[in-house]
């Protein structure tokens, strides 16, 4: 009887290491996404307009807005400090293309299951007018068609959380100037 309780006693023994080893693999893997594998279906965005404001006599600051619909099963947080890189589609090649003069405007909560508005900004030279006539809205829709000639939208990547955000470019052309002047 002690001889066939020792061999039980070792098999269990051996299918329990046998387990845990194979547990331990399996989570060492599954927590490691590949390298250069970047997450494009978490998150993910749709145009909601562009705004034009004055940042001061000579600059204007042109505002993308964006929803984001989180259906990653997480809140997530995407921050809008250094590690966050921000780069361009281009509608000619679809090629990226780095945008270091577009950023986030502010830190944003995207709860699981829920759509949050985010803003990116940038800043370019012009030359306000003292009134909006017929030239001024020209040259204000030159400046606007200068930002977007070839940018067919932006893509986020969060290093931190390894997600790719598609933000398409579906923006119409610029011919009613009150609509985006804020």
Do not use: C
Request: proline share 5%; hydrophobic share 40%; no cysteine.
């Amino acid at each position: 009887m002690g001889k066939k309780v020792a061999i039980g006693v070792g098999i269990v023994a051996a299918v329990a290491m046998v387990g845990l080893a194979g547990g331990w693999i399996a989570r060492t893997y599954a927590s490691k996404a590949p390298a250069g594998v970047w997450n494009a279906t978490a998150i993910g965005g749709s145009f909601a307009g562009i705004r034009v404001q004055e940042a001061d006599a000579s600059d204007a600051n042109v505002i993308f807005l964006y929803d984001l619909d989180n259906t990653s099963g997480s809140d997530y947080n995407l921050s809008s400090g250094t590690d966050l890189i921000v780069m361009g589609r281009l509608k000619s090649t679809g090629s990226l293309s780095p945008e270091h003069q577009y950023h986030l405007a502010s830190n944003v909560f995207l709860p699981a299951g829920n759509r949050t508005r985010i803003t990116l900004e940038t800043t370019e030279p012009f030359k306000w007018p003292a009134q909006m006539d017929t030239a001024a809205e020209a040259e204000f829709r030159l400046m606007i068609s200068r930002s977007v000639a070839d940018l067919g939208g932006f893509v986020l990547f969060d290093p931190t959380t390894h997600y790719q955000i598609e933000l398409p470019g579906s923006w119409p052309p610029v011919t009613d100037t009150s609509s985006i002047l804020r």
